[in-house]
């Protein structure tokens, strides 16, 4: 079935140093992918996403690379501050039969003051 | 615009024991799914719907049934809870077509002693 797998699953790192969270996903019929930060007991929340046509995008301190041919996709936030730490999600939907969103086991990032 | 609601957000049942967890959408959403979060995990999907009086299983659909019978409710229920069960789940909507985002809910938590 679908899966997709993410490391590294805990990432520290000093405040103002980059982090990068890597993903690889195994339907190649995937064509979108989103990234969720989750704070401690709270909701999942949209930070980033790519569509497959696409092979990088930014959103100031973070941006997302896809590389469809390796089926790996990767989130890297800049100048980390205190305020990201927290809990990253990857996820690809597939689009084999009908439209499902599998998850990557998570990422809990925290940044060193 | 209340986007996805989930009740009840809190609930400990005894083992054997049934309940319902009810989810509700007002952004007229095709789709919507159940997921279940557990430490080191990720987001697992129970059950999805792909429109009203429509179900499918996703990757852990022992011991949880679904009903769709309106487009804005998807309803999870347990049968005879098992402390396996213990969990915090959360339902999440996406509307039809390729890249749109899913929404969640802000969760349910809860405990089977």
């Known amino acids: 079935g679908e899966n997709v797998e993410q490391h590294p699953s805990t990432l520290s790192v000093q405040e103002g140093d980059s982090a990068v969270i890597k993903c690889t996903y195994s339907d190649s019929a995937s064509n979108y992918f989103p990234w969720y930060k989750q704070e401690l007991g709270k909701r999942p929340q949209l930070i980033i996403d790519?569509?497959?046509?696409?092979g990088e995008k930014k959103d100031q301190r973070i941006a997302v690379t896809l590389n469809k041919t390796a089926k790996h996709f990767s989130l890297h936030i800049t100048e980390t501050q205190p305020e990201d730490s927290a809990v990253y999600f990857c996820?690809?939907?597939?689009?084999?039969?009908?439209?499902?969103?599998?998850f990557g086991t998570g990422t809990r990032l925290k940044v060193l003051a | 615009n209340a986007g996805v609601t989930q009740t009840p957000k809190f609930r400990v049942l005894k083992t054997g024991q049934s309940m319902t967890l009810l989810c509700a959408q007002d952004?007229?959403?095709?789709?919507m799914y159940w997921y279940r979060q557990d430490p080191g995990m990720g987001l697992r999907l129970i059950h999805y719907?792909?429109?009203?009086?429509?179900?499918a299983k996703g990757e852990v659909p022992d011991g949880y049934n679904v009903s769709r019978l309106k487009k804005q409710n998807f309803l999870l229920g347990l049968e005879s809870a098992a402390p396996s069960q213990t969990s915090v789940y959360f339902c999440?909507?996406?509307?039809?077509?390729?890249?749109?985002?899913?929404?969640f809910g802000e969760g349910s938590w809860l405990t089977v002693v």
């Open positions: 999440a909507s996406s509307s039809q077509g390729a890249g749109n985002t899913i929404y």
């Open positions: 790519i569509r497959s046509n696409v």
């Open positions: 719907s792909v429109g009203e009086g429509t179900t």
């Open positions: 996820a690809a939907r597939t689009t084999s039969g009908t439209y499902k969103y599998i």
């Open positions: 952004m007229n959403h095709e789709y």
